[in-house]
């Protein structure tokens, strides 16, 4: 069973340019947590997405930022007109189910670097 | 809101030291606890986790118990190895199971 897939693993992307970032949940998992990981920083709650629904978006900043999970295909967290401050890793993370009991699997991260 | 707290890095060792890293949250309700490792480069790993109080939860030699009258959940290992050199992450999951992580800490292990 392959784990969660992210890709790409290093972005590098200019201030304004837009970034697309890819994550296949393992299978059957069909939650999907988005997270960032700034440097020397711990990890902070993005986005949290279920197939074609967003559940939870209290930790995507307002403007610029946004998320999907299409009924197939790879969960997307795109980020428009990219500005040096969103430099960082950004994980995602794929859950069986909803509740502290489920285990939520971590990708490799795709650190963006804006230039 | 939730929060967690770890304790400051970075921490060095000799290998067969003991190891403890403090970890204390705030939450409402009863949250799941957890511990993730992080080696260079990659991803977060499940080391360990409790889902109600009292509960230990252990892996690999490396064991936390969930204190609720202490809200702590120290991770703790009785002799340390130089492969367990990695970033350290306490966390919590809240509502939605969105977890809230501590800043981490860097564990390097000597030889």
């Known amino acids: 069973n392959a784990g969660v897939m992210q890709n790409p693993r290093h972005l590098v992307r200019r201030r304004g340019q837009e970034a697309r970032l890819r994550c296949s949940p393992m299978?059957?998992?069909?939650?999907v947590y988005w997270y960032r990981q700034l440097p020397e920083e711990g990890l902070k709650f993005m986005v949290y997405l279920q197939k074609e629904n967003i559940i939870d978006e209290s930790g995507m900043p307002k403007e610029r930022f946004s998320a999907e999970f299409p009924k197939e295909g790879p969960s997307i967290l795109r980020i428009q007109q990219v500005v040096r401050g969103d430099s960082a890793a950004y994980f995602c993370?794929?859950?069986?189910?909803?509740?502290?009991?489920?285990?939520?699997?971590f990708g490799p991260g795709t650190r963006l670097t804006v230039t | 809101g939730d929060s967690v707290t770890q304790m400051e890095g970075p921490v060095t060792l000799s290998e067969e030291a003991f190891l403890t890293i403090n970890c204390t949250y705030t939450?409402?309700?009863?949250?799941?606890l957890f511990w993730y490792v992080q080696y260079p480069g990659e991803g977060l790993q499940l080391l360990l986790k409790a889902t109600k109080a009292d509960d230990k939860g252990s892996n690999k030699g490396f064991e936390a118990t969930y204190r609720k009258e202490t809200t702590s959940f120290h991770l703790e290992k009785g002799s340390v190895q130089v492969s367990d050199s990695a970033v350290y992450f306490c966390a919590l999951a809240g509502a939605n199971s969105k977890l809230t992580f501590g800043k981490g800490i860097t564990l390097s292990v000597r030889p």
């Open positions: 299978k059957g998992h069909s939650h």
């Open positions: 939450a409402t309700g009863y949250p799941s």
């Open positions: 993370a794929s859950s069986p189910g909803q509740g502290g009991s489920y285990e939520q699997y």
